[in-house]
């Protein structure tokens, strides 16, 4: 819905005055055909702002209902209607208190013709004033909804980018081996080789695509792995896989953020060590994966811990299977669980 | 002989440090930190002439270690990739280091360093602090130190914050922390949603609030769920309703 023209200012004086040339008009004409001076002034102000109002009702009307490609034959159709309803209220209105002039009756049912006409002919292009005004108001209104829908999409295309290559943890590791060359030249090209294979993990995959838990388990080793290198011993991690598990299907590259998440968390949060525990088990028709990691909960509430990775994952989960359950956390004590279910049914 | 520190919770990225500046002999290092609770006992203890500063680190942020020290010291912040600090630092034409660096973009550093040094402007500056704490992690909770402790208050525990001469009193459930920042910082860190400024001398966690009531002529009192009355001007009483929704 938009804004009527006489909404501006500008358009408002122009019809204000407009409306006072025809009242002004009208005055002279009766005048000039041997019309009382107040009773042509009377005639004009029934007749005119009877006009107004229904100009207004149109306009108003069709800010909420806008005709549509053949229905112009209704506006037609209802412009008519509505000058034929003001021409009779204006006449019984008029003879009601104009009636005792003498020849009045007959001006006005001589008139009446001339007056259907002008009438009708001011309606119409108010109409139709309206209806561009309104049809282009509508489509500039859909071409920023469309720019604001294309911006959208890229700031979160670029936003993916950026996550899949994850400049912080690369940099990160890039500096590591940038000290490992110096002293420790083997322990560098064997991180090289692992950044290389999780890099080329993070490409080659859709979102889209579905893997099965082993593959799944073997990329998040080798993003582990780097971390391990980082932290050093800082770092240990606990894996209880469920056999039966390792064949059923995910979605790739959705445990990955989980885990980064929980090292976040857990490694920056607290200066000890840090153990990251992660399950996996068959829950019902579900796969079902707990990640735990501690966390201090005198520095980290976990209300502001939870943060951007586990929104996207929680995203990507709604958009595939249109549930917002599959995602939970909870923190106990000093450990921080999330819990993932991957519905198997559909697979 | 200069005292060097590291701070760095990454112990690769300390050695490559270790590493750059043994051909540096007229610095000393006194000591490696892995976090920032750490890196402030060391500052304190050895009060050294130069500090190497990691940004994202365990427990509180390089900044945020900064913010606790009354004189911080001349630092080179090294950086993998922080769109918020280096922009703060881009605005104040502060070197950093961007990970991973060779020796001899770190040996530039160091002369620059060394050139501000003669002109007895290396120290960290407060304008500086307060545009890196504009970074969306640092307006999720406040640092402040209680006598030789640090406490970390995330912004959503804040009953209300008031204005106390040099300092802002902040109010929370455990009684009230003082931090040495003005109002108007507060007001423009926090996420306006939440916190809004309904006077002079207070701003208002909105959550907090039970009910508003009239008070002398033009005023207001907000009582929030701790019981606490919190003053609000005739304008305050305007952003609150706004907030609102009223």
Known sequence: ?347 | MSKVIIIDDEHLARSIVKEYLQKHPQLELVQECGDGFEGLKAIQQHQPDLIFLDIQMPKITGFEMLELLEQPPAVIFTTAFDEYAIKAFEAHAIDYLLKPFNQERFDKALSKWNELRSSGTEKVTQDLLESASLSPSQSQRIVVKNGSKIKIIPVHDVFYLEAADDYVKIHTSEGYFLKNKTMNHFEQVLDKEQFVRSHRSYIINVQQITRIDPYEKDNHVAILRSGAKVPVSRSGYGKLKEVLGL
């Open chain 1, 1 to 347: 819905m938009s804004n009527s023209p006489l909404s501006i200012t500008r358009f408002r004086v122009i019809f204000i005055i407009c409306w006072l040339v025809m009242v002004a008009d009208n005055i002279m004409v009766l005048t000039f055909f041997g019309l009382p001076h107040r009773a042509a002034m009377i005639d004009s102000a029934i007749s005119n702002t009877l006009l107004l109002l229904i100009c207004l009702m149109v306009m108003n009307t069709l800010r909420y209902y806008l005709p549509r490609g053949n229905q112009y034959i209704n506006v037609f159709a209802i412009c008519l209607f509505l000058t034929i309803i003001w021409l009779l209220l204006t006449k019984w209105l008029l003879s009601v208190s104009l009636g005792h002039y003498d020849g009045y009756r007959d001006l006005l049912h001589h008139s009446l013709s001339i007056r259907f006409s002008i009438a009708f002919l001011l309606l119409g292009c108010v109409t139709m004033i309206s209806i561009l005004w309104y049809n282009q108001k509508e489509q500039k209104e859909n071409e920023e909804r469309k720019t604001d829908a294309e911006k959208l999409a890229k700031e979160a295309e670029l936003f993916k980018l950026r996550q899949q290559l994850q400049p912080h943890f690369l940099f990160n590791s890039l500096n590591s081996i940038n000290a490992l060359i110096g002293s420790r030249p083997e322990e560098a090209r064997k991180m090289v080789q692992q950044l290389s294979d999780f890099l080329r993990g993070t490409i080659k995959k859709e979102e889209t695509q579905w893997v099965t838990l082993q593959e799944e388990l073997q990329y998040l080793q080798l993003y582990l792995d780097i971390e391990k290198v980082r932290f050093g011993n800082r770092l240990a991690t606990d894996m209880n896989i469920d056999e039966k598990t390792t064949g059923l299907k995910l979605p790739a590259l959705i445990l990955q953020p989980i885990v980064e998440n929980a090292i976040k968390f857990g490694l920056y949060d607290t200066t000890g060590d840090t153990v990251i525990r992660i399950y996996a088990g068959r829950e019902e028709d579900n796969l079902m994966i707990k990640v735990m990691n501690p966390f201090d909960p005198e520095t980290s509430s976990p209300k502001s811990g939870t943060g951007f990775g586990l929104k996207s994952v929680q995203r990507r989960l709604y958009l595939l299977f249109a549930r917002t359950n599959l995602l939970t956390t909870e923190a106990k004590q000093n450990i921080f669980t999330t819990i993932v279910k991957i519905p198997q049914d559909g697979v």
